[in-house]
């Protein structure tokens, strides 16, 4: 029998990705202070967040395969974290606007059974549409900023945005789902379902290869 695979995060578009892809799954949300080292690159750094997510509820839960992962945007490199209130959320989407960024999220995958763990980061590159104050306050109207990397989502009114996206989609919403599937197998761990789609790849939206690097 496999182990359990518990999902180290309240991230409801993280939950819905595995669920949808057919994984059962458990939620243990890790209390950890997030690291921001400057000295770190982007991938480095959400794999480093991921890692200690993970290594926290693993050694609470010994019996468990324990998933993490950590999304964070980029802007010529400097990241753009989640935005405190609505008028940062403005100014990062102008920002954004009629430009491309990465998004990179960082997965960490813990096993106290086998005795091992997987990592790695996949990075989208998104094009934005250019925005106007109107368009920016249409989709701020339509969605909830604050707990977005970027101030915005990939789902939903995403597509009124986003120009354009090379790479995992399902990164840019917060698991880049083929990579992941692969690494739980490494564990045992298997959708109870056929997959139909992992959500790589939709109408309108440019899909290229994604940069990934285990470690």
């Known amino acids: 029998m496999a182990a359990p695979l518990i999902l180290a995060s309240r991230s409801p578009r993280r939950r819905s990705l595995l669920r949808r892809a057919g994984f059962t799954l458990e939620i243990a949300v890790a209390q950890v ?30 019996d468990a395969v324990v998933l993490a992962a950590e999304t964070l945007v980029a802007l010529e490199g400097k990241i753009i974290g989640k935005p405190r209130h ?11 606007s009629d430009r491309v960024h990465e998004v990179c999220t960082g997965v960490s995958i813990v096993s106290g059974p086998h005795r091992k ?13 250019k925005l106007n104050e ?4 249409d989709y701020l109207r339509k969605v909830d900023p604050l707990d977005k990397a970027g101030a915005y989502a990939a ?18 919403v917060g698991l880049p789902m083929e990579a992941t599937i692969e690494a739980l197998a490494q564990f045992g761990i298997y959708p109870s379902r056929q997959c139909v789609s992992t ?3 939709r109408a309108g939206v440019e899909t290229g290869a994604g940069s990934r690097r285990k470690t």
């Open 33 to 62: 202070d997030e690291l921001a080292t400057p000295h770190l690159s982007v991938r480095e750094l959400t794999i480093a967040n991921a890692s200690r997510k993970a290594g926290v509820i693993a050694r609470e839960r010994m």
């Open 199 to 201: 959500g790589n790849s």
């Open 155 to 172: 789902q939903g009114a995403g597509g009124e945005i986003i120009a354009s996206i090379a790479g995992s989609f399902t990164n840019v």
């Open 86 to 96: 609505l008028e940062e959320a403005r100014e990062t989407l102008r920002r954004l």
């Open 117 to 129: 763990f997987v990592s790695f980061a996949e990075i989208s590159r998104v094009r934005f549409r």
């Open 134 to 137: 109107r368009s920016i306050d």
